[in-house]
Structure formats: structure tokens, C-alpha cells
Nanobody, 128 residues
Framework: QVQLVESGGDLVQPGGSLRLSCATS????????IGWFRQAPWKEREGVSC????????HYADSVKGRFTISRDSANSAVYLQMNSLKPEDAAVYYC?????????????????????WGQGTQVTVSS
């Protein structure tokens, strides 16, 4: 059974930084994508970033490019989202999710419909 657990959410001031972690278990494939999403109150869930664990290719939403960095620790299969220069509009519940990819797929998607398994989320609050 695939399970994803997010952690690292917190209250941070504008301009501050946070690192979110996504711990995965039960993923039997060696070719999969981990994505980060967020959902603010009264808004739709939106894709933030993703990483293809085999190709290491990444993708970012325009709203976070240059501020957020996704990375993966191969030793423990954890995926991290380093968030710098946080803005009030970054406040949301952040989720990680995963889907398997074919051998020929080197990219990743931040479309919610592509993902099969989701974590429960971690709250990020950006406020002074």
C-alpha cells in the first residue's frame, strides 16, 4: 500500500523559508513522479512542483520558480520542497502525491489528475 506523509509545515513570516518533507512507503516501482501541490481556503488545489525520480527532471509552477526547489534523497526516498522568499499568497495546505511513469517518460506533470496517491497535507502559514 502506497503511503505518503508530509511534514515541515509551520507559521513563517513573509520573506522566510521552510522545508517540507514527503516520506514515501510502499512504492514498488523504480520509476515514479513525486509532486507537490497546495490548496488555500476557497481555492482549487494547484500544482507547485514535481520531480521524476528516474530522470531527476523537475518542473515548477510559474508562481514559485526561482523561490522553491524540489529535491529527492535517494537513500530514504524522501522528497523535499525548499521554499524561500515566502509570500502571504503561498499560505496553504501542501500535499505530496505520486504516480508511476513508463520507462520512456522523463518529464513530470503538476496536473492533479495525473496522480494516483496523495498524502494528508501539512499546513503552511505565511503571516507577520
Amino acid at each position: 500500500q502506497v503511503q505518503l506523509v508530509e511534514s515541515g509545515g509551520d507559521l513563517v513570516q513573509p520573506g522566510g523559508s521552510l522545508r517540507l518533507s514527503c516520506a514515501t512507503s510502499g512504492v514498488t516501482s523504480d520509476r515514479y513522479v513525486i509532486g507537490w501541490f497546495r490548496q488555500a481556503p476557497w481555492k482549487e488545489r494547484e500544482g507547485v512542483s514535481c520531480i521524476n525520480t528516474r530522470s531527476r527532471n523537475t518542473h515548477y509552477a510559474d508562481s514559485v520558480k526561482g523561490r522553491f526547489t524540489i529535491s529527492r534523497d535517494s537513500a530514504n526516498s524522501a522528497v523535499y520542497l525548499q521554499m524561500n522568499s515566502l509570500k502571504p499568497e503561498d499560505a496553504a495546505v501542501y500535499y505530496c502525491a505520486t504516480y508511476n511513469v513508463a520507462l520512456w517518460q522523463s518529464s513530470c506533470s503538476i496536473l492533479t489528475g495525473a496522480y494516483d496517491y496523495w498524502g494528508q497535507g501539512t499546513q503552511v502559514t505565511v503571516s507577520s
